[in-house]
């Protein structure tokens, strides 16, 4: 282990990020993989958008139906989505956030 320091950050100022995600291209949308997952009770969606604008996520189940919806005006750069699941049934959901009249969509899994 080299020289590493450890300090606390706002979270509203970072978001989490994984190996694959290091390279995020500045000019297109991102919507990252909630964290943890599978989750139990909370979870943490990171996105990132290159401009200000509205915003819808909603999670579906496997049936198709919408168990939340959450439209809001975000500013551009980084943007996190903190959701409680412990109320959503054990199972496999996705999660979809609409922006400029398109959508991008993640898997998520809720375990009990």
């Known amino acids: ?10 979270r509203a ?12 291209d500045r000019d297109k949308v991102y919507l990252g993989q909630n964290i943890p997952n599978p989750s139990t009770s909370q979870t943490t969606i990171p996105f ?3 401009d200000a604008g509205n915003v819808n996520f909603v999670i579906r189940n496997m049936l198709g139906q919408s168990v939340y919806s ?6 551009s750069g980084d943007g ?3 959701l409680d699941v412990s109320e ?3 199972g496999i959901y996705y999660y979809t956030m609409w922006y400029n009249n398109k959508q991008y969509s993640r898997k ?4 009990k």
């Open 88 to 90: 959503l049934s054990g």
């Open 70 to 75: 959450e439209n809001q005006s975000r500013p």
């Open 1 to 10: 282990i080299d020289d590493f320091c450890i300090e606390r950050v706002d």
């Open 108 to 111: 998520m899994i809720v375990t």
């Open 48 to 50: 990132y958008l290159p």
């Open 80 to 82: 996190i989505l903190e």
């Open 13 to 24: 100022q970072c978001f989490p990020v994984g190996l694959s995600e290091l390279n995020i």
